[in-house]
């Protein structure tokens, strides 16, 4: 039986197909997966199958760590082939949490080195014949991808110029924005704001004052309101409790 099993670590994704299916079970952090235009996020308690020569692409969470399984065609020789595998289609499909335990233990062992990956290869395919597969949610639209990469970016920009780069109207990049983040682009920008704004105050020795201009502000006053209305301190407190909490 063909069939290969380690744990990975990911760091950047590139678009890439390969002559071999992929089961992919997440250990740690998250992975959002395009499999030619079927996009989804690879997260706990879920399986991923990626068919052999299908084309896909990935972004990674900074702490993605994922137990693979590469499988070749006729890898199975006669042998029950998990239903999972059957299908042409790029599937996702949740695990019952008693069965995702013992994926986790499973891949806990490989990482350690006290099971030899032959052995857990064939124990995860013992544990993937009790998943029923399910496929991957709908390809996204171009129209929304461009927005989602304008997302992922940070939405640098005013609304008309982030539309523009979209190749929308303002009105229809607003919804599908909303639509896709769950957030305006303004939320979103103030969103990335205030995080750059945390950063700064927690590494760095600028005064509040200098950070607030330094991000586009008139007047500190105006930036303290809006950074304790997001984090419920102001700046001053907010870098107060970080040095207390790296000083005990």
Known sequence: MSIHL???????GDRHRHDYSQIL???QGAMRL??????????SQ???IIPRDHEHDFVPTPDCSMLILDVEAGAFAGEAEPAL??????SLTRVEPWLWRMFRQLGAEVEAGACRADDAAHLALAGLQLVAPRAMPRPVPHSERRVIAIAREGGAGSVAEMARAAGLGQSRFHALFRATTGQSPKQSQLARLFDEAAEQLATTALSVSEIAY?????NASSFNRQFKRRFGLTPSEFRAAGRSGLGR
Do not use: F
Request: proline share 6%; charged share 20%; net charge negative.
């Open 25 to 27: 079970l997440p250990m």
């Open 46 to 48: 879920c399986v991923a």
């Open 6 to 12: 380690e744990i990975r670590s990911y760091r950047g």
């Open 34 to 43: 395009d499999v030619e235009g079927h996009c989804s996020v690879v997260s």
């Open 85 to 90: 595998l059957r299908d042409t289609a790029p």
């Open 214 to 218: 330094a991000l586009g502000y008139q």
